[in-house]
């Protein structure tokens, strides 16, 4: 594979009269970082859904591990990882039964799943709750695990939408460690978040506004060129004419 | 006062917003005040007779003009011979007939009883016996209308009554083909729609919808569950009847399991297209409830007689593939007839269930758009 992981030109979703993604432009290089940032209804989620395959483009093309979004979902799809903001693990299951289940659709063998659970349950100090149902578990646990699941296909990206909505800072904390430890491993990841301190985090973001991309670049090189204090500030300064 | 006022007014809203459960709300006791108020009536009316006339006279033609005046009886056959019946009622053609004596008019006219059998099908078993009096009446009305002579006495002609089908006029016989139904129902569209919307509530289904799984293979994930339970459900309910209520099954067991798995994939996609318009559990409920499970219950002819329905709801009924069923599922279990005479009622149920999981799967695959 090259270098680049996703590859989006002019990408452009069209809802009636209503243009959420306007011609979008940009680049994820293997292994990076990159944070989609964007007030509630910039257009990020829509962007998100298409190239993860749930909304196909009204126009412009994107390409993600090397696959057209439009034309051969079905490779795409088997590349990548996905948490949503919703939890996605089944509460009912236990998280050895999730991962299971997880690893079984995206065709790994039995053997492949029993040692990527045991090692995955390892790394994350996680042993002890392997065979407790998932719905007695803290949501902080929760959302480590189904991101270790979104990830037990060894994808080539991940993608992230608010992955860390209404957890504490300590997990969030823990949450990044593991979003670190996946990219130093070469998984590519794209996440989408509120919380500006994890933008600070990313190795680049975007910030949408009016579903254009208004900045974008690694976090350091933004606050210096719109000369801002912090992140926070500079979404502060775009997001608010389109508000 | 005004924190009340402000509470009522932002319930008004939250009703006022919800179309859905609004229309819901308001239709439900509509509906359903509507079909019991019509349904429930058990008065029989446009009763399919069938008539046996081996020597036809004025006189049978007299008493054949008195059934058809009497408001009640539609005479759909006439035939000569009484073993032409037997197809009439078999494919239910005929709810009920009247054979004359080949010797009916001589006997009458000599003033020694005259013989006339009336046959009443009783599936049903209380139209099967309001059937039965009515056509009792009408013979007795005539007659007593018969020109007094003194060679004759007041009671001349011999009504001998038989039921088909259900002899002993049991109820739990007819029960059964339709609870089958109902079972089958609840399990394949109300299982299959509310296990569905949890996966939207829950986002889980957005996860398999990311994955490399193919819709098909996401919807019979999803479906083959519940087949097999509604499938093992029939099973039990068969078993059961016959155990504990010795209710028989005259046809054929596979042909009834066939038929029953056809009505389960019915149901199945019933359930799916309602869970793509909605990804509530609870409105997945109530439109379960209110699109599928009432109008299989009270216009399938399980509960109440279709026969006195009014026209319109007897037309409604004939969408439903409830109703088919229990015809089906009667006519197996209790006339042991074959698919030689259910096979338009089978056409209609397989029909229904290619359209119907044809387009949920479309409306699946529309989602993604």
């Not at chain 2, 569209?189 to 996860?207: F, H, P, Q, W």
């Amino acid at each position: 594979m090259s270098d680049i992981a996703i590859e989006v030109k002019d990408l452009t979703r069209k809802f009636g009269n209503f243009t959420a993604v306007d011609h979008v432009t940009f680049q994820v290089k293997a292994g990076e970082v990159f944070g989609f940032l964007g007030a509630n209804g910039a257009g990020k989620t829509t962007a998100f859904r298409m190239l993860i395959g749930l909304l196909q483009p009204t126009g412009g093309s994107a390409r993600v591990a090397g696959f057209d979004v439009a034309k051969q979902a079905e490779e795409v799809k088997r590349r990548i990882g996905y948490m949503s903001q919703r939890f996605s693990l089944y509460e009912d299951l236990t998280p050895r039964e999730n991962i299971r289940l997880y690893g079984g659709i995206y065709g790994l063998t039995l053997a492949q799943i029993r040692e990527r659970a045991d090692a995955m349950l390892q790394r994350l100090g996680a042993s002890q709750i392997a065979d407790t149902a998932v719905r007695s578990l803290p949501l902080g646990w929760r959302q480590k695990l189904a991101f270790s699941v979104a990830l037990v296909h060894q994808p080539h990206i991940v993608f992230l939408d608010e992955p860390t909505s209404g957890v504490d800072p300590i997990t969030r904390r823990q949450f990044w460690e593991l979003i670190y430890d996946a990219a130093s491993r070469g998984t590519t990841v794209l996440v989408t978040t509120h919380y500006m301190d994890e933008a600070e985090y990313c190795d680049r973001i975007s910030i949408m506004v009016a579903g254009r991309i208004a900045a974008m670049g690694p976090p350091a090189d933004l606050k210096r060129e719109h000369n801002v204090e912090s992140i926070d500030e500079l979404f502060v300064q775009l997001a608010r004419p389109a508000a | 006062m005004s924190a009340l006022r402000g509470l009522l007014r932002k319930e008004w809203f939250h009703i006022k917003r919800d179309r859905r459960t609004a229309t819901v709300l308001v239709m439900l006791p509509v509906v359903q005040v509507l079909l019991f108020g019509y349904a429930i009536r058990t008065d029989v009316d446009n009763v399919r007779l069938a008539v046996v006339d081996p020597a036809p006279s004025n006189t049978t033609l007299a008493l054949r003009n008195r059934f058809a005046a009497a408001g009640v009886f539609r005479i759909v056959a006439s035939v000569p011979r009484t073993e032409d019946l037997e197809p009439l009622f078999q494919n239910g053609t005929a709810q009920q007939a009247i054979v004359f004596d080949h010797d009916f008019t001589e006997d009458l006219g000599r003033g020694t009883p005259a013989q006339l059998l009336i046959i009443t099908d009783a599936t049903e078993p209380n139209t099967g016996a309001l059937l039965q009096a009515y056509a009792q009446a009408v013979i007795q009305q005539y007659q007593l209308a018969l020109p007094a002579s003194p060679a004759r006495p007041a009671s001349i002609i011999v009504p001998v009554t038989r039921i088909r089908f259900n002899p002993t006029r049991e109820s739990k016989n007819l029960f059964v083909p339709g609870l089958m139904a109902f079972v089958l129902t609840i399990i394949s569209a109300l299982m299959t729609a509310i296990s569905l919307t949890r996966e939207k509530e829950t986002g889980t289904m957005e996860a398999l919808l990311v994955s490399p799984l193919r819709p098909w293979e996401i919807i019979v994930g999803k479906v083959t569950p519940y087949l097999a339970i509604g499938f093992a459900s029939v099973l039990l309910v068969l078993v059961e009847a016959r155990l504990v209520f010795n209710v028989p099954v005259r046809g054929s067991i596979p042909l009834l399991l066939f038929e029953g798995l056809l009505y389960v994939l019915v149901s199945l996609a019933f359930g799916m297209l309602i869970s793509s318009r909605t990804s509530s559990q609870r409105i997945a409920m109530m439109g379960v409830f209110l699109t599928t499970l009432l109008p299989n219950i009270l216009l399938s002819g399980f509960i109440f007689p279709l026969e006195s329905m009014p026209a319109i709801l007897r037309w409604i009924s004939y969408v439903i593939p409830g109703r088919w069923f229990v015809a089906i599922a009667r006519g197996i279990m209790l006339k042991g007839i074959g698919l030689e005479y259910l096979w338009r009622e089978t056409l209609y149920i397989a029909g229904l269930a290619t359209v119907l999981l044809a387009a949920s799967i479309r409306s699946f695959h529309e989602r993604l758009e």
